[in-house]
């Protein structure tokens, strides 16, 4: 079956994954307390993807000091350091972890696989948050459905993951799923606890990984965010309505202007996108290349609106970990695109690169906007319509 329009896929896919016998099974059987015995203290995404969660959050968030729950916790919460909460209470399996957080007021080690049932009274919290973890629950059903319960109504629930996990422990549905998929399977465990609103989504992927990070060497961008959020049901009128954070492939663009720099790139020698400056690059040496240049244009920023939307628009052609750049053939006075699989790719034939710091430039004369994406904007799915 061909993926929707925006890359999902039909939510039968999901739900025959999750009927399956083994769907729960994993590798590693062993008592989870064997594996999680040792502290981690990591990260376990980076941090453009962390910076991208807990924007999210801090958007999802309307409630005033709300009482939060972070489902299977260590030692980040990921919640909008500016807010204040009431309290935050973290349930994990590793004291060490848990004690680290510095945003827990409260925690409680508790192994959901071995009992599913959250020792919280009945509408306790505010907002339950599960971050990078859902994919090793071998009861999710049970979990997703006392997440309902201890939820206040019109409560948060928010599930964020992404396409790392330890592959020691989590269970084939996930591992056997798509990218698409798995947000069916996170909307099938809110869907059949049968606590919760129609669920929305968000996905963000495309953005630079930082320089510093240990895997910037590989080229890939930053790990992707993928989220699945839902408001318990029966929850009062007139509340506040809750943002969804706007997502990179949604960059807005002016095409009329893109239109015209594109017309005058020979003169400008500019990417039409970004107009950071091109950089001349070498074609290859090869006797089937019948190309009849020796050089050819191409934009290496990372950060190119045109780059950054083009994961995400493969992906929806179910191409994953491909976009393209921007490319300039000065003999015929074209544009085109040239394929990437990484932000690394083509980058060896370079002979002239563009004078550093132009970009930057170009971002403080205004010429490059993407002063909308840390914003949280009234775009997208919305939830908490006001009430009677
Ligand atoms: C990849 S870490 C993510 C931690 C944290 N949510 C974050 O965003 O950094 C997975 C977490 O799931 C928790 N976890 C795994 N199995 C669990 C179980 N059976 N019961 C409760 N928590 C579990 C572990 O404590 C571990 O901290």
């Not at 981690?40 to 958007?59: C, F, Q």
């Not at 999802?60 to 935050?88: G, Q, Y």
């Not at 017309?263 to 089937?288: A, F, I, R, Y």
């Not at 002979?351 to 205004?366: L, M």
Request: some cysteine; hydrophobic content about 35%; charged content about 30%.
């Amino acid at each position: 079956m061909s993926p929707a329009p925006d890359g999902r896929t039909d939510p039968r896919f999901a739900r025959a994954l999750l009927q399956r016998e083994d769907a729960f099974l994993r590798v590693d059987e062993e008592d989870d307390a064997v594996f999680y015995g040792p502290a981690r203290i990591v990260s376990h995404l980076d941090e453009t993807a962390l910076n991208t969660v807990e924007r999210l959050a801090a958007g999802l968030i309307t409630e005033d000091d709300p009482k939060v729950l972070d489902l299977m916790a260590s030692v980040d919460s990921h919640l909008p350091s500016r807010r204040e909460f009431s309290s935050v209470t973290g349930l994990g399996m590793n004291e060490e972890e848990l004690e680290a957080n510095p945003t827990l007021t409260d925690w409680v080690v508790h192994d959901l696989n071995k009992d599913p049932v959250l020792p919280f009274a009945d509408d306790t919290f505010d907002v339950v948050t599960n971050v990078v973890s859902v994919e090793y629950l071998t009861r999710p059903f049970e979990v997703f459905k006392e997440v309902g319960r201890v939820l206040k109504p019109g409560g948060l629930c928010l599930v964020v993951f992404s396409t790392r996990w330890f592959p020691p422990k989590v269970v084939r549905a996930w591992e056997d799923a798509r990218e698409e998929e798995r947000l069916g399977i996170v909307e099938e465990f809110l869907r059949q606890s049968g606590s919760f609103e129609s669920s929305g989504y968000f996905i963000s992927m495309g953005l630079p990984r930082p320089e510093d990070d240990r895997y910037f060497s590989l080229g890939t961008p930053s790990d992707p965010v993928f989220a699945v959020f839902a408001e318990k049901q029966g929850g009062a009128g007139g509340r506040k309505q809750r943002m969804v954070l706007r997502d990179p492939a949604q960059l807005d663009t002016d095409w009329g202007a893109v239109q015209l720099r594109k017309k005058k790139v020979g003169e400008t020698m500019e990417c039409p996108h970004c107009q950071q400056v091109l950089s001349k690059w070498e074609v290859p040496d090869d006797p089937c290349i019948d190309w009849p240049n020796d050089f050819l244009y191409l934009c290496f920023n990372d950060f190119c609106p045109f780059v950054v939307r083009g994961w995400r628009f493969m992906w929806n052609q179910a191409i994953l970990g491909t976009s393209y750049r921007y490319l300039f053939n000065p003999i015929k006075g074209t544009s085109t695109t040239v394929p990437i699989r990484g932000l690394t790719d083509l980058r060896p034939g370079i002979v002239e690169e563009d004078p550093a710091g132009r970009f930057r430039s170009a971002i403080e004369r205004g010429l490059v906007d993407f002063s909308s994406m840390p914003k949280v904007k009234d775009y997208g799915p919305k939830l908490g319509p006001p009430k009677g």
